[in-house]
C-alpha cells in the first residue's frame, strides 16, 4: 500500500467486539500510533446509520462535498468510538479520503469525547 496518511479510507478486516474475525470493510486512518512498527488507530466505518451516536460519529452523506472522494459506495457512518490500533501492513488498500476539514473535526469529537 502507497503512503499512508490520516484521512485516509481503506479497506481492513475489523475485528467483532468479541474478537472473531470480521468481515473487510471500510476503516478511516485517524493517526499514525508508531512510525517505527507502522502502527495506527483506525476507526470503522459502516452503512447502518441507526448506529450514530451524537457529537462523536460523523456521517458521509452522498451529498457531502468530499463523498466522492471518499470511495465509499453509499452514505455511512464514521464510528469513531470503534476503534483499534493495528499494524499497516493488514490494510488491504486504500479507497479514498476524507477532507481535511472532516478528520479535524472527528479528531476533536473524538478527543472531547474521551475527556467527558
Known amino acids: 500500500m502507497a503512503m499512508k496518511k490520516s484521512g485516509d479510507v481503506v479497506i481492513f478486516r475489523f ?3 468479541d474478537l472473531s474475525e470480521g468481515r473487510l470493510r471500510p476503516a478511516l486512518l485517524l493517526c499514525p500510533m508508531s512510525v517505527k512498527y507502522n ?4 476507526c470503522m ?4 446509520l441507526k448506529h450514530y451516536t451524537p457529537d462523536l460519529d460523523e456521517i458521509v452523506t452522498v451529498k457531502d462535498d468530499d463523498f466522492a472522494q471518499s470511495g ?6 464514521i ?4 476503534i483499534a490500533v493495528i499494524e ?8 479514498g479520503e476524507v477532507s ?3 478528520i479535524r473535526r472527528i ?3 473524538l478527543a472531547e469525547w474521551i475527556q467527558r
Request: charged share 25%; proline share 3%.
Open 107 to 109: 479528531k476533536k469529537n
Open 72 to 77: 465509499l459506495v453509499s452514505s455511512s457512518l
Open 45 to 48: 466505518i459502516s452503512s447502518q
Open 39 to 42: 502502527d495506527w488507530l483506525i
Open 100 to 102: 481535511e476539514d472532516r
Open 79 to 82: 464510528r469513531v468510538a470503534r
Open 88 to 95: 499497516g501492513g493488514v490494510l488491504i488498500g486504500k479507497i
Open 15 to 17: 475485528p467483532q467486539t
